[in-house]
């Protein structure tokens, strides 16, 4: 996969890449990440690359010809090619307007042989951008951030672990929170743990076994598959119900999960009730 990130900072994405998962991807010959200075395709002394609104407003907006220019002479497809999935790119403009980043998100644009993202700055970008250049919008969140260069590190990490070959184990990705798997059951004997299958992930422990009095979960000592998936089971169940209820809605739920939801949920009611 190439990666091409267009910036007003460039500087900034010398540590973000040089490290950990996205590094690893880089070493192996996985990924090659390029990062572009968008002020390098202005054409006025000051390197000017933001104008006020038409319309009137606060703050400033990235204006669309340094955009445009960098992206065209990145020799990408047509527009019109990637959105019909002719070709595996796409550009991404990072933006608080845009659908929310998900694990879903990234295991599609993980199937992509080149993405570009397009890092707002200001109070955004021209929407010429967004309506004639960008093949989508992201977010990383409900919040607003000065520039788009965090949110472009966030997603690279996300798509780059889940490269083939950039983790060790890669079965390790397919059993973490929010990924939904149906052949991750860990019920197969050989295999204790199990897929979370749309909820948070459970708990670990390490050794030692006792802690400063506190001890590791018996059922994960068991040696019992049967026993410490189900108890995986239900500390992901219990963890997702208290921390992220909306992911309930959408997970793969059995008839003992959801026997276990409701005993929690009418645990929860008896103590709001107190």
């Known amino acids: 996969m190439k990666a091409d990130i267009v910036t007003i900072f460039p500087d900034f994405f010398r540590g973000p890449l040089e490290y950990g998962i996205t590094r690893r991807a880089q070493e192996m010959g996985l990924a090659e990440i390029q990062v572009h200075d968008l002020r390098a395709f202005t054409h006025d002394r000051h390197r000017t690359v933001d104008d006020r609104p038409f319309g009137g407003g ?8 340094p955009l445009f220019e960098c992206l065209e002479l990145l020799g990408l497809a ?13 550009v991404v ?4 307007q845009g659908q929310r980043f998900s694990q879903k998100v990234a295991a599609k644009l993980a199937l992509l042989d080149r993405i570009v993202f397009v890092c ?3 109070e955004g970008v021209d929407e ?6 960008a093949d989508r919008e992201l977010s ?3 919040y607003v951030l000065s520039g788009g260069e965090i949110a472009a590190a966030v997603i690279v990490e996300a798509v780059m672990r889940l490269l083939p070959g950039a983790v060790g184990n890669e079965r390790s990705t397919q059993q973490e929170s929010f990924t939904v798997d149906s052949k991750a059951k860990g019920a197969d004997g050989a295999d204790s743990t199990c897929g979370s299958n749309g909820l948070l992930d459970y708990p670990h422990y390490t050794r030692p076994a006792e802690f400063r009095g506190i001890k590791v979960p018996d059922e994960l000592m068991s040696g019992n598959h049967e ?3 189900k108890w995986r089971r239900e500390r992901a169940l219990e963890k997702t119900w ?3 209820p909306d992911l309930l809605e959408g997970a793969v739920l059995s008839e003992d999960d959801n026997k276990f939801l409701a005993g929690i949920k009418q645990g929860g009611a008896k103590q709001d009730r107190g």
């Not at 400033?60 to 010809?65: D, T």
């Not at 047509?78 to 796409?90: C, F």
């Not at 010429?128 to 250049?133: C, E, G, H, I, K």
């Open 140 to 142: 990383i969140g409900d």
């Open 93 to 96: 403009l990072l933006s608080a």
């Open 242 to 244: 208290r921390n992220r």
């Open 128 to 133: 010429r951008v967004a309506d004639f250049l």
């Open 120 to 122: 707002g700055r200001y």
């Open 58 to 65: 606060e703050g400033m907006v990235l204006k669309p010809e």
């Open 227 to 229: 026993e410490i998936r």
């Open 78 to 90: 047509p527009r019109e090619e990637r959105l019909a999935g002719r070709v595996k790119q796409s």
